[in-house]
């Protein structure tokens, strides 16, 4: 069984690592995985052509996130 796909179109001057943060918050640890769904993307060259159909596969993204104590460098 394969996972869902979402297809979304790139805009005007997007990169694959901006388009799958914008889309769905996913970062480089997620590239591969939607590599592998979009055979031949990465032969297009680094800057995507606009209307580029891009398949996004369903990725489990962690319902918590982690959060940071807020340092202040100034009172």
């Given at each position: 069984?394969?996972?869902?796909?979402?297809?979304?179109?790139?805009?005007?001057?997007?990169?694959?690592?901006?388009?799958?943060?914008?889309?769905?918050?996913?970062?480089?640890?997620?590239?591969?995985?939607?590599?592998?769904?979009?055979?031949?993307?990465?032969?297009?060259?680094?800057?995507?052509?606009?209307?580029?159909?891009?398949?996004?596969?369903?990725?489990?993204?962690?319902?918590?996130?982690?959060?940071?104590?807020?340092?202040?460098?100034w009172?």
């Amino acid at each position: 069984m394969t996972a869902p796909l979402e297809m979304v179109r790139a805009r005007d001057g997007d990169t694959l690592d901006a388009l799958i943060w914008r889309e769905r918050n996913l970062g480089p640890a997620d590239l591969q995985t939607v590599l592998a769904a979009n055979p031949g993307i990465a032969s297009l060259g680094p800057i995507l052509p606009k209307g580029q159909p891009i398949n996004l596969p369903a990725i489990a993204v962690p319902a918590t996130a982690v959060r940071a104590d807020v340092l202040n460098l100034w009172d």
